[in-house]
């Protein structure tokens, strides 16, 4: 079956990176879709990243010139490279592909 693995969540300050890792497994990772949404307390989850099985990517405006998405196919992992992270930032950070969803990692983003 189809299993989605977040890590690379934690702790940073205003202003700080981090890189979310997502290992995927059970279905053939290179021809689908993968996305990163996220989930802050209170409000509804919301798309990131999403990286098409060719390559494209598109970002929610909030993220746009601070995040990256990229994959390897090799690894069956998709990333988001996370820069000059913002409080706002802070969330639980979800792996997706077609119907599944991975179990989250947290990141707060806090001086």
């Known amino acids: 079956q189809v299993q989605l693995v977040e890590s690379g969540g934690g702790l940073v300050q205003p202003g700080g990176s981090l890189r979310l890792s997502c290992a995927a497994s059970g279905f053939t990772f290179s021809s689908y879709a993968m996305s990163w949404y996220r989930q802050a307390p209170g409000k509804e989850r919301e798309l990131v990243a999403r990286i098409s099985a060719g390559g494209s990517t598109n970002y929610a405006d909030s993220v746009k010139g601070r995040f990256t998405i990229s994959r390897d196919n090799a690894k069956n992992t998709v990333y988001l490279q996370m820069n000059s992270l913002k409080p706002e930032d802070t969330a639980v950070y979800y792996c997706?592909?077609?119907?599944?969803w991975g179990q989250g990692t947290q990141v707060t983003v806090s001086s």
């Open positions: 997706q592909t077609a119907s599944s």
